[in-house]
């Protein structure tokens, strides 16, 4: 029994890891739960055989080496959870014997994101800091300020000097579309639900990229030593007036069968939401009888979560497609037998990849089961084994393009297959110039994708520069088009010679370049030809660019066929320099500056604006390249170190405006050198 106690920490360890730091988890809360649960019965049945370092004793822990760590003043514990409405009776009726009274609950969706707690003091946002391990966790607070639910001031008064407000960081399933949208594009893995794409933007070290992302919030929990009110349902209508969001489905139960009438309403209702919920969270609303039941080592005893069964089906795979991408991405799909799930008719669900469909064990005509809790797309999480059709073959990953039969390649640190075959594939050739004519890149109206299929078939088009070249009467004769149709379509590809350079970098269809990178690559390098003759190092200085990004650029301009293709858009007349913007002053012309840290009135993109605005350049990253470093309160360490070593000047804030007002321009003598000791006191 010790083996199988400690096979299965093994295994939650894991799934904390996966779950917590990866944002990427393998298995359903459920089935984790249920893992639990086991272990729990196990290390209580055997207690000589628990160890310390068990996940029945902790909170799993989503801290990262990216940020600094800040302590909870509050400690955020987990929650128990529960599938059972036996358990919530059990839940009241132990409240009422530890207390002697029939409390009044309070019932609230439980919300599927990431837990923030956020300190506001003398009604100004303080600090945000992430759940962590419960006593301690990332301080994000740059990217919490740009998610417009948060407020960052509080207004009609009434609120403590100083207090916690807890909630959820969640994307709304629109943004979370769209933002999968534009991964897709940029050949980049797509998240699997809104979740994971939540907390992986809470993580991101951008907070302007965090801002674009449309995060949302649902607060829902108050600490501090003076709250206004002696229970949590006041208060939380109390902190909206203050400005926060709080759900508008709270709901006060006096009973048991207000709760499970709570409960039996969302579990159906919970689909018509423009966001995700896994469960309803069932609170003591008065605190003195909080107080009076206390707190586990890990969670709350006032407290239950009662967790949504995940929506599953079974239904029979009728055939596997594998699909060809513009990037050469191969995607299995499973084509179902129709079957309803969570208010749609699912027919369709993709396997992702080959270590999927080994994951699953997926053979021929096998009846799984599909989910859709938390996803926006089916997925299928088991096979039925019991049901298995004697002698079914087992699925193979094909080794060859389904559509132009090249030898399939899978590249190291990737889970997908690729199609090598970029310039005669002709789903990639199709995909190439959807991607270029879309709304994001060239904008070219009235070309839909069954239109750019039929011109390719028909030999019109091989490529999208090939689109600047067609005629009017080429169009007309199409299918539904017709001669207005056609004129609008040939205005429009005119008029897409206007798009600005860095959507026309977009539009190219590089691996890894999505709509922010491509802004981001264009207005740092400003033209193509700088771009194209750029070493590894001079582009992973600018904003967004890592190692893998850099390979993707230098490979894709290393292609002839590639450079081909831009001579070609360059002759046609499309935009391939950034404009210059008027500036403001060229005092800081030939100076590039790293900024770093937070500054009482000034974001960091907004110095960036000032650095540019003044004929600057800004880096985000120190190099040998670097003139100065701005540091402000709490400037990173390794940007500091960098600095040193490198002999570039480290400046203040103050100093930097001296140089845009005309004052000194901070040689040597002037120079402010920060370590982190004596930074908070310096500026």
């Known amino acids: 029994m010790k083996n199988k106690i400690e096979e299965l920490i093994n295994l939650l360890n894991y799934h904390n890891y996966r779950y917590y730091v990866l944002n990427a988890p393998e298995i359903s809360d459920y089935e984790y739960d249920l893992l639990l649960k086991e272990l729990e019965e196990l290390e209580n049945k055997y207690p000589e055989f628990k160890s310390a370092n068990s996940p029945t004793t902790r ?39 530890e207390t002697g009274e029939e409390p009044e609950y309070v019932c609230e969706l439980k919300f ?116 206004p009110y002696d229970n949590h349902y006041d208060n939380l209508m109390a902190a909206k007036k203050w400005g926060f969001k709080i759900s508008d489905h709270i709901k006060k139960c ?18 018509k939401l423009s966001y995700d919920t896994d469960g309803v969270v069932i609170k003591v609303n008065r605190y003195s009888l909080r107080r009076q039941l206390g707190l586990t080592s890990k969670s709350p005893r006032w407290a239950v979560a009662y967790k949504f069964k995940a929506e599953q089906a079974l239904t029979k795979i009728d055939s596997i497609d594998f699909q060809v991408g513009r990037t050469g991405a191969i995607t299995p799909v499973a084509n179902l037998e129709p079957v309803h799930l969570a208010g749609t008719t699912v027919k369709r669900a993709s396997l992702h990849n080959a270590d999927q469909i080994a994951l699953l064990d997926i053979h021929y005509n096998d009846m799984v089961y599909v989910e859709k809790s938390g996803e926006i797309i089916p997925k299928i999480v088991g096979v039925n084994t019991s049901m298995r059709e004697a002698g079914s073959a087992y699925v193979k990953f094909i080794t060859h393009c389904p559509e132009c039969g090249t030898v399939l390649v899978k590249i190291d640190g990737e889970a997908r297959h690729y199609c090598p075959n970029v310039a005669h594939c002709p ?116 904003e967004e660019v890592g190692e893998k990004i850099a390979d993707s650029l230098i490979a894709f301009f290393k292609d002839d066929n590639n450079l081909n293709f831009i001579s070609r858009l360059k002759k046609i007349g499309l935009r391939f320099e950034v404009e210059e913007e008027n500036l403001l002053s060229d005092k800081l012309q030939g100076l590039s500056f790293v900024i770093s840290g937070s500054f009482d009135n000034y974001s960091r993109d907004e110095l960036k604006g000032i650095v540019e605005i003044n004929g600057g350049k800004y880096l985000s990253a120190v190099s040998a390249k670097t003139d100065y470093l701005i540091a402000g309160y709490k400037t990173g360490e390794t940007k500091l170190s960098k600095a040193k070593k490198l002999g570039t000047k480290i400046i203040s804030l103050e100093e930097f405006m001296r140089m845009i007002n005309n004052q000194s321009n901070c040689d040597d003598s002037d120079e402010i050198i920060v370590s982190s000791t004596t930074q908070s006191t310096l500026f």
């Open 112 to 227: 599927d994101g990431t837990a923030i707690s956020i300190a506001y003091e003398n009604g100004g946002l303080l600090r945000a800091v992430t759940r962590g391990d419960g006593t301690r966790g990332d301080i994000v607070t740059n990217n919490v300020r740009t998610i417009r639910s948060i407020p960052l001031g509080l207004q009609d008064g009434g609120y403590p000097e100083y207090f916690e407000i807890r909630g959820e960081i969640y994307l709304p399933h629109s943004s979370f579309e769209k933002l999968n949208e534009e991964r897709e594009d940029a050949g980049e893995p797509a998240f699997a639900n809104p979740r994971n794409a939540a907390a992986g933007t809470l993580k991101l070290q951008n907070s302007s990229v965090v801002a674009q992302r449309k995060l949302d919030s649902f607060m829902y929990d108050i600490y501090s030593d003076n709250l």
């Open 427 to 542: 789903p990639q050739i199709v995909g190439r110039i959807i991607h270029f004519i879309g709304r994001r890149a060239m904008n070219i109206d009235g070309l839909g994708e069954e239109t750019v299929q039929l011109l390719f078939e028909n030999g019109l088009i091989a490529d999208p520069a090939d689109l600047y070249a067609l005629k009017h009467e080429q169009l007309s004769v199409l299918p539904r088009l017709g001669d207005k149709s056609a004129d609008n379509i040939i205005k429009s590809i005119e008029r897409s010679k206007e798009v600005p350079f860095q959507r026309v970098l977009f539009a190219l269809g590089i691996k890894f370049i999505g709509e922010t990178t491509a802004k981001n690559i264009a207005l740092y390098f400003k033209s193509m030809d700088k771009i194209m003759s750029a070493s590894h190092e001079e582009l992973i200085e600018a």
């Open 254 to 271: 006096g009973s048991l069968e207000e709760i499970f009438e709570y409960i039996n309403y969302w579990d159906k209702e919970r689909y």
């Open 59 to 97: 909170v799993g822990s989503d801290i990262s080496n990216s940020f600094e760590q800040y302590p909870h003043r509050y400690p955020m514990l987990s929650l128990a959870n529960t599938y059972s409405q036996d358990d919530i009776i059990d839940f009241d009726n132990r409240i009422i014997k």
